[in-house]
């Protein structure tokens, strides 16, 4: 892939990574090019300058909810780790996209502001976090959300020439386990908090924490849950009773203690992760009517790279 020299002014570049050193699944060929942007300016001017030189682009937060390709990706991987500055604003905080959830729950408790106790114990990025609405049950991150400020693909506002501008909640809309981005990238988010002490805060976190180290495989490979939970039901439920747990295609295996999620036994390729969730899905599809729904971001495998003896 040519690029011209200027890349290098939104921050350092790396060729040929492999992603499964950025995803918390273990899983992953190589990006072709890999940036890691130190600001959300660089961010907006790298994704502008790809989109005007035609090169394909994806964006990787911790990679906690994502199984990347075995043939890794062609173009540009942004990883948001670098941007990772959290600045106090009246009573919420201002935050830049790749700060992680773990350093985000405690900055909150740490000065007092409540709201984000249910995302304590999830990894991944802000920007990641507000993809997916991430959370727990009901409540996501985005209920906390005032104003998000958004790079968007295509063309340019027409008020004021930029590609990113300032989203309400009530524009975006999204919804349970969906931050209803469309293509949009997270540049800074405004969460509304609640000013509380920090010892209360600090108790519901524990308590938060307590269960889900109960409950879920947190110390083992995973992606968190693979699946939505369908409308009144826990996707768990259904593929335990399904009869799914330990259920393995290579080294990708149902947990014995909460269905929903796939482990890493070792060795677990994206090709074996896609085979398990199609059984799962059709094995809960057969035993209970209900087709489940993927919370897993499966990228799709890079297309062979065409030969010039092919025909265009
Ligand atoms: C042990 C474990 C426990 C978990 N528990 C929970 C839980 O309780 N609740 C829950 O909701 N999730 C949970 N998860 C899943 C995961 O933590 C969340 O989905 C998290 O929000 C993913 O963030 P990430 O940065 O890792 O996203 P990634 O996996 O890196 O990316 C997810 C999506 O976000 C997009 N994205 C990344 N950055 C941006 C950006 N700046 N702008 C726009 N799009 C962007 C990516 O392109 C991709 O489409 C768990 C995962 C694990 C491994």
């Not at 937060?61 to 959290?86: C, E, K, S, W």
Request: aromatic share 6%; hydrophobic share 45%; charged share 20%.
């Amino acid at each position: 892939m040519f690029l011209p020299a200027n890349y290098s002014e939104f921050g350092p570049l790396r060729l040929h990574e492999p992603l499964s050193k950025w995803t918390t699944l273990r899983i992953g060929g190589a990006a072709e090019m890999f940036f890691e942007p130190h600001k959300p300016e660089h961010l907006a001017n790298l994704l502008t300058a790809l989109e005007n030189d035609g090169v394909p682009w994806t964006l990787l937060g911790a990679g906690a909810n994502t199984v990347a390709p075995d043939g890794g990706l062609l173009g540009a991987v942004i990883h948001t780790g670098n941007m990772r500055r959290v600045f106090r604003d009246g009573a919420g905080l201002r935050v830049w996209p790749g700060v992680t959830l773990p350093t985000l729950v405690r900055t909150a408790q740490g000065v007092g502001l409540s709201g984000l106790e249910k995302l304590v114990g999830v990894p991944g990025h802000v920007g990641g976090a507000l993809a997916m609405n991430a959370g727990s049950s009901a409540w996501g991150i985005w209920d906390q959300v005032k104003e998000v400020v958004l790079w968007s693909p295509g063309a340019v506002n027409p008020q004021d020439g930029l590609k990113f501008r300032s989203w309400s909640r009530a524009e975006i809309q999204p919804t349970y386990r969906n931050g209803n981005l469309a293509g949009r990238v997270v540049l800074e988010v405004l969460l509304d908090l609640e000013e509380k002490k920090p010892a209360s805060i600090k108790a519901t976190q524990d308590e938060f924490l307590k269960l889900k180290n109960l409950t879920q495989p947190v110390k083992l490979t995973s992606a968190g849950c693979a699946f939505k939970n369908p409308p009144s039901d826990s996707a768990g439920r259904l593929i335990d009773a399904a009869g799914l747990k330990g259920h393995r295609v290579g080294g990708a295996v149902v947990s014995e203690l909460h269905a929903n999620f796939i482990v890493n036994q070792g060795g677990a390729t994206a090709a074996d992760l896609r085979q398990l969730l199609g059984e799962i899905e059709q094995a809960v599809f057969a035993h209970s009517g209900i087709l489940l729904a993927r919370e897993l971001i499966v990228l799709p495998e890079p297309l062979e790279p065409r030969t010039k003896a092919e025909p265009l």
